[in-house]
């Protein structure tokens, strides 16, 4: 009897626990896609390890880093839909390679301040650019340049991370 008792326990355990990952994943992916495009797979969020953003995303990507001993790995998606250009993801190159920015190519101008607006509302800093935090996740700046919407996770290791303060 105690042998059924501990093994019921030790599998509710288990499925309590893998439960738990399961919903702290989804959270992870609604959330950080609040500060992300309609446009981009509603999988991919910040901090997604390059070989996780590779499963989700598939194979229309682009490696436009020149050398594998680069700071960070750049990716690109052409032709990603009718307002869109091309879509560049960068990935610090070391540990998991964590995705930490986006840059968002729209065909004029206007669509770009159009998205960005959409997303986060007027700019909250130097207005032009926007702040974001949200509780239990990095911070994001975004800007707009030229047809570009950029979006930056403050992620360690990356490129932006000492530059915040």
Known sequence: MKKKYALATGLLLLTLCLGNI???AQSKTGQFGDVLPPELNSEIFFGISLAD?????GSNLKLESERN???RLIYTQPNYSPDITYI???FNNEQHK?????????????????????????????KTE????MAGMPEIWSWIYKTKLVIVAKIPGSEWYNEWN
Request: net charge positive.
């Open 22 to 24: 399961s919903a702290k």
């Open 53 to 57: 953003f590779k499963n989700v995303n």
């Open 69 to 71: 001993d680069d700071f």
């Open 88 to 90: 560049v993801y960068y």
């Open 98 to 126: 964590p995705f930490y920015e986006t840059i968002i190519n729209y065909r004029y101008e206007e669509q770009a301040k159009k998205a960005g607006t959409r997303l986060f509302g007027q700019p909250n800093y130097n």
């Open 130 to 133: 926007w702040r974001i935090k």
